[in-house]
């Protein structure tokens, strides 16, 4: 080839080509290379040092949530015609990856008790992050009014997001542990694009959305109220489409994904039909063929970015397929009583959880508000080293937050014994911890 | 759909709208060839009455099975009627984009841009 373009060699294509100015002039500071079999036992070495949820009792949740995953999903995930595909650009001859979005579509509408629902997004923090942007082209307004009580994540991701289209972000305290009512209302006005509650919020209290969706409405008509919901979490509360919820996103891990180390996951995105148009991302559609025949297309595709190109609502629209297969998978294997059942499950657990650990000394309950499946703990010792002295031991109580606040999780996979377990071994922690400081 | 036309009576822009001048006031939609281009017009998105529009600038949207479309505003001004009928009957623009297909009713901030327009032969002489 260099023969072909008439130069002799690499260096001195490169030096005809790149300015010596911007050239590097010495070689990458990169270790030898290594033989196969050695890159296979640093690699294995590297990944002993990982922590799975199967190795510890953990309580570990904060967005993502350790529920068994049946077998049935992995045996159909891994039918080739699911995992190999990549995204469908004649679409209308994968009948059988339409009508898996088309399913999924109605397995989250029904959850939201919002008609429309698209086949999914990256995960849940884009998902929040897209609805803002949908708002922006909705209504035209740059001013976002966010509770305190959304994700980190979703927060930092909004206002990436926002910087990004000339939107600011104004955040709403909580007040013992609920988005505070007077001050939501207080920064909501006409120039208010979009409103973000999280449900249940990122310390595992239950909002009152539909107080705070009426609010939202009273001193902004047309602000678009985004609630972030933990899809597990309504199998026990009211939809967000019955609370006066405009757009629900949400992170779909918890729906037959698994942790994975933080993912690939999906985001679950649905919405009143008023801003079907501005939905982000694929949309699969029921229609009859010539013959009658039920069949499925892409449909509204001319939204979206293959046609619209810089006025899409997403340019980010690659579903994540296989993991909200996964999503609908799950839930068809838990059905609709499943559902309620296993949020009647975890609510049990969490509250006998929440009572024997607040019973604990120097545990005391951060709000007193209710809650489904994850709740806050204040620690009168440093979160941080409690956590450490409690894996010492073969249980991860929680995410530690700020210096003595505790994140504590529960899922089905968590019995009664693990939470006795926990009790104990939290305790024995930060009494040793109090013990340490005042040594 | 209708036979392609261009009403003598119509000033034509060249992102293919048409203006229908009645005083301080202008009739705005898109031409025979903008329809037969888009194909099956499926939604309009009209802008809201009382805004303002802006002559070569996008006021509106309209959706085909095939695209969603910018409509370019011929004139300024500021709409002060929109066609409701289109948010339930889209098609009318490809069945009757001078008549029933209308999309808004403009009362013009700068008459004489009228000017920059051109009659039916010239509007047609540039199509291909």
């Known amino acids: 080839m260099l023969d072909a373009i008439g130069v002799g060699s690499i260096e001195e294509l490169f030096d005809r080509q790149i300015p010596a100015a911007v050239r590097l002039g010495r070689p990458l500071d990169l270790p030898a290379g290594m033989a196969e079999q050695d890159v296979y036992a640093h690699l294995r070495e590297l990944a002993a040092r990982n922590t799975s ?177 933990d899809p597990i979490a309504l199998g026990i509360l009211k939809p967000p489409g019955e609370c006066g919820v405009d757009v629900c996103v949400g992170e779909g891990q918890p729906l037959g994904n698994r942790l994975d180390f933080g993912g690939p996951s999906f985001g679950f995105f649905a919405a009143t039909e008023a801003y079907l148009r501005r939905m982000p991302g694929r949309i699969a559609g029921e229609t009859t063929d010539v013959d009658g025949r039920r069949g499925f297309v892409l449909t509204l595709q001319t939204r979206e970015q293959h046609i619209r190109r810089e006025k899409a609502t997403s340019n980010i629209c690659t579903a994540q397929a296989l993991n ?55 620690l009168s010792a440093p979160a941080g080293k409690v956590v450490a002295r409690c894996q010492e031991q073969g249980v991860n109580p929680g995410l530690a937050l700020d210096d003595d606040v505790l994140l504590v999780a529960i899922t089905e996979q968590r019995s009664r014994a693990d939470i006795d377990r926990l009790t104990e071994v939290l305790g024995a922690a930060v009494a040793a911890e109090r013990e340490a400081v005042h040594a | 759909m209708a036979d392609a036309s261009y009403p003598e009576d119509l000033l034509y822009h060249p992102e293919h709208d048409w203006a229908r001048i009645d005083g301080e006031t202008a009739t705005l939609g898109i031409t025979w060839f903008a329809q037969d281009a888009l194909g099956e017009v499926v939604f309009f998105d009209p802008p809201e009455v009382g805004s303002t529009i802006t002559a070569g600038e996008p006021y509106a949207e309209v959706e085909s099975v095939k695209a969603v479309s910018d409509v370019i505003a011929p004139m300024s001004g500021e709409i002060v009627e929109v066609n409701g009928a289109l948010a339930d009957t889209p098609e009318k623009i490809n069945e009757d984009p001078y008549g029933e297909g209308w999309m808004v009713k403009v009362k013009l901030s700068d008459p004489s841009e009228r000017d920059n327009l051109t009659d039916a032969a010239t509007y047609t002489s540039q199509l291909s």
């Open chain 1, 324 to 378: 909200a297969l996964a999503g609908v998978v799950y839930l068809s294997w838990l059905g609709r009583h499943g559902l309620v059942e296993l949020a009647e499950l975890l609510l049990q657990r969490t509250h006998y959880a929440r009572e024997a650990l607040t019973a604990l000394d120097g545990v005391e309950a951060l709000h007193s508000q209710p809650v489904v499946r994850e709740f806050a703990l204040k």
């Open chain 1, 53 to 229: 949820a199967e190795d510890e009792i953990t309580f570990l949740g904060a967005g993502m949530y350790d529920h068994y995953v049946p077998a049935i999903i992995d045996m159909l995930l891994g039918r080739s015609e699911f995992l190999t595909p990549y995204t469908p650009y004649q679409p209308e001859v994968s009948q059988g990856s339409l009508q898996v979005m088309f399913e999924y579509q109605t397995a989250i509408s029904e959850l939201t008790a919002l008609p429309v629902s698209n086949a999914s997004v990256y995960e849940g923090p884009s998902a929040v992050a897209s609805a803002g942007y949908l708002a922006r082209l909705a209504n035209g307004r740059s001013r976002f009014v966010a509770s305190a009580g959304l994700h980190p994540h979703s927060l930092d991701t909004l206002r990436t997001y926002a910087r990004g289209f000339g939107a600011e972000v104004v955040e709403v305290p909580l007040a013992d542990g609920l988005t505070d009512p007077a001050a939501w209302a207080a920064a909501i006005g006409e120039d208010t694009c979009a409103a973000f509650v999280q449900q249940p919020n990122f310390l595992g209290a239950v909002e009152d959305v539909e107080a705070l969706a009426a609010a939202a409405k009273e001193a902004a008509p047309d602000a678009v109220v985004v609630g972030a919901y």
